[in-house]
């Protein structure tokens, strides 16, 4: 079973400074790092390091090349990832003394995949398929149609939060997977639970949920010494999506995922810091049996 992900792929560039800068102000960076990211891209990573036959579906500039190596390393198929021309998704990330972040965000490639190529890479697809989405590329509603058009199953991450985005395609989702705030906003704008026939919620330290049928299935995250929780959700749902496609119970799924999330909310990091999935059986086994 394939699961096929069109996904974001971004560098994210973080500066560390004394201040955020001001309106005409120059100001030296006291460090610098450059990381694999993007919402596509982890998650594209967590399903590889958990075992899944994953294909990305994507695009990047010619300044973007070391990402899809990087991917590729990771054990992700990179068949479907084009080069175009422009710049490579990335974002800049100031962080002050402080810890206080100012983001940019330039989608670039991420936003230029045309509708017809990811068609004609769909048409490689089988039933039974998974086809992942975010909401950080173009192409995402046709996508959905064909999937659904080929029998695949469809399971979407509605962030960045954009109502517009989830209206358009949540008519072809068989899961939506979203945080705490994501959920909150889904509410608002549907005046009650999302049309969707599942769905998970994850709550940050306090687990997730898998809504289904009126029915919640709740699991607790593990108690773990956090120290960087970017990435934890793309980390629990490639994770998750890795073991439903592996032929896992929904309750089986969500606790792989807690596991995988869990171990990497203890390392810094984004893609590099998702755990592989010896790491993760190691950890679930040294567990306390429910
Ligand atoms: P997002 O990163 O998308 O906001 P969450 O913060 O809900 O997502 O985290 C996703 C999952 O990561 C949670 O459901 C949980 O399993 C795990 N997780 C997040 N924070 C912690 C934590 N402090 N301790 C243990 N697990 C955590």
Request: contains cysteine; glycine residues 10%; aromatic residues 6%.
């Amino acid at each position: 079973m394939t699961v096929w992900n069109l996904g974001s792929i971004n560098a994210d560039h973080f500066y560390r400074l004394p201040h955020l800068p001001q309106p005409g102000e120059t100001l030296a960076a006291a460090d610098y790092a450059v990381g694999l990211g993007g919402k596509g891209a982890n998650q594209s990573v967590a399903l590889a390091r958990a075992g899944a036959d994953v294909r990305h579906i994507g695009a990047v500039a010619a300044d973007g090349l070391w990402m899809v190596a990087r991917m590729r390393a990771a054990g992700v198929d990179c068949t479907h990832v084009a080069v175009l021309p422009g710049a490579s998704g990335h974002a800049i990330i100031e962080v002050d003394a402080a810890g206080e972040n100012a983001i940019l965000l330039f989608a670039g490639t991420n936003r230029a995949i045309a509708p017809d190529a990811v068609r004609a890479v769909l048409s490689g697809a089988a039933p039974g398929d998974w086809l992942v989405t975010q909401n950080e590329t173009s192409a995402l509603s046709e996508a959905v149609a064909e999937a659904r058009a080929r029998g695949l199953r469809v399971a979407y991450s509605a962030a960045p939060f954009d109502a517009a985005a989830v209206r358009a395609v949540l008519p072809g989702v068989t899961l939506l997977i979203v945080n705490e705030g994501e959920a909150e906003a889904l509410r608002r704008d549907f005046g009650g639970a999302p049309p969707v026939p599942q769905m998970v919620v994850t709550l940050g330290a306090q687990g997730a949920e898998w809504h289904e049928n009126g029915q919640v299935i709740r699991v607790p995250a593990f108690r773990v010494r956090s120290v960087d929780t970017t990435g934890a959700g793309d980390t629990f749902a490639g994770y998750l999506l890795a073991g439903l496609a592996q032929g896992f119970s929904p309750r089986e799924a969500l606790r792989l995922a807690s596991g995988a999330a869990a171990l990497k909310v203890t390392r810094t990091g984004t893609a590099d810091a998702i755990p592989a999935r010896d790491e993760v059986d190691a950890f679930l086994a040294a567990q306390p049996s429910e």
